[in-house]
């Protein structure tokens, strides 16, 4: 079965530096990773996915994110952090079911927290 | 252009209660899905549609029914509630034809059951 791990519960960094939040996966087959952010008492908003092609995706509010095949890894990044980055973020893979039909796995959320 | 909207928003119950929590997408999309959000687990898959009058269990579907009677509505219906059922609970749809096929969330449903 596919899934993904987020091993970070939470990642502190300082308003201007970069930033990065950890993903890895384990699938058969090609990958389809999303990220999506989680905002206080709000639904989930998608900002980023990969399907193929450049292993560099960019998304939202200036994220982007680096798949790296060789380390099953989908980490997110963004070059400088403002303090409205401050969220919970969430990693996904898409399952494919011997049905052909489709379901989402979530990772278990990476709290973002900015510090001014 | 509401997306996935979910009714109610928040929502007490006593132990052994039942009720029904609606979503509605108005983006024409196959797929729904069922969610629910628990501290230090994220989102675990409750129950899911791949279309109209189509429903299948997740991860957790113990203690909830589905319907999907129409294309736009996927109802979660709670029997008979359980303090373990409380959680937020989040709906989400799809479309399988689209190219990367993102998923789309609603706002959510806070459920406290006492």
């Known amino acids: 079965a596919q899934s993904v791990a987020q091993p970070e519960d939470q990642v502190n960094v300082a308003e201007g530096n970069p930033l990065t939040v950890k993903c890895t996966y384990s699938?058969?087959?090609?990958?389809?990773l999303f990220w999506y952010v989680q905002y206080p008492n709000r639904g989930l908003q998608f900002l980023l996915k990969?399907?193929?092609?450049?292993?560099l995706v960019k998304g939202s509010y200036g994220f982007e994110a680096e798949f790296n095949k060789s380390q099953t890894s989908f980490h997110l990044k963004k070059p400088s952090a403002l303090v409205s980055d401050s969220a919970l973020y969430f990693c996904?893979?898409?399952?494919?079911?011997?049905?052909?039909?489709?379901?989402?796995?979530f990772g278990t959320g990476t709290r973002l927290k900015v510090l001014a | 252009n509401a997306g996935v909207t979910q009714t109610p928003k928040f929502r007490v119950l006593k132990t052994g209660q039942s009720m029904t929590l609606l979503c509605a997408q108005d983006?024409?999309?196959?797929?729904m899905y069922w969610y629910r959000q628990d501290p230090g687990m994220g989102l675990r898959l409750i129950h899911y549609?791949?279309?109209?009058?189509?429903?299948a269990k997740g991860e957790v579907p113990d203690g909830y029914n589905v319907s999907r009677l129409k294309k736009q509505n996927f109802l979660l219906g709670l029997e008979s509630a359980a303090p373990s059922q409380t959680s937020v609970y989040f709906c989400?749809?799809?479309?399988?034809?689209?190219?990367?096929?993102?998923?789309?969330f609603g706002e959510g449903s806070w459920l406290t059951v006492v």
């Open positions: 989400a749809s799809s479309d399988p034809g689209a190219r990367g096929n993102t998923i789309y």
């Open positions: 699938v058969s087959g090609n990958p389809y």
């Open positions: 990969y399907i193929t092609g450049d292993n």
């Open positions: 996904a893979v898409r399952d494919i079911l011997t049905s052909g039909t489709y379901k989402y796995i």
């Open positions: 983006m024409n999309h196959e797929y």
């Open positions: 549609s791949v279309g109209e009058g189509t429903t």
